[in-house]
């Protein structure tokens, strides 16, 4: 199972479309997870037309993808149990916001945004994962997302770099 990993699209305001790299890994992917800050449902449905789409809000989203997504989700994919939340919020850094969300055992790997830093790290028993975002890098030297593969229950991670 391929898994298009990504967050912090910010769409239209820091891209009008999906960067040309980015869409040409969702046309290979056969689920995506986007750890919010979509911005509209537009985006939802854009990348709706590519494969089945999961994901959390974020503190840029309105009522509507907060509704239709939640906050903070637990989602189980090839076996792996995945915990995802944007990371916004209030004391500490975005990664401890992250590891705060979910409880000790409850997840296999926690996928989170909102600083726009990739990140892949394990904590423990959990692997951390901030795919960094495809439209705005921010600080970052380049835009980023990630690509998951999970084969006979094992998650094998990459980030994409352009």
């Known amino acids: 199972m391929r898994i298009v990993v990504v ?8 891209a009008k479309t999906i960067p040309a790299k980015l869409r040409k890994a969702l046309e290979s992917a056969d689920f995506i997870l986007h750890a919010g800050d979509w911005c509209t449902m537009g985006v939802v449905r854009e990348f709706e037309s590519y494969a089945p789409v999961d994901g959390v809000a974020g503190n840029n989203d309105g009522w509507e993808i907060a509704e239709r997504f939640g906050l903070r989700k637990k989602i189980e994919l090839g076996g792996i149990r995945i915990g995802i939340v944007h990371g916004h919020g209030y004391g500490g850094t975005t990664e401890s916001r992250a590891l705060r969300a979910f409880r000790s055992g409850e997840v296999d790997v926690i996928l989170f945004g909102h600083s726009h830093v990739p990140l892949v790290r394990r904590e423990g028993d959990v692997l951390l994962f901030n795919p960094g975002s495809p439209t705005a890098r921010r600080k970052q030297p380049r835009h980023s997302f990630g690509i998951w593969d999970i084969e006979g ?3 094998r991670t990459k980030h994409v770099y352009f």
């Open 7 to 14: 967050s912090d699209t910010h769409m239209p305001h820091s």
């Open 153 to 155: 229950g094992r998650l």
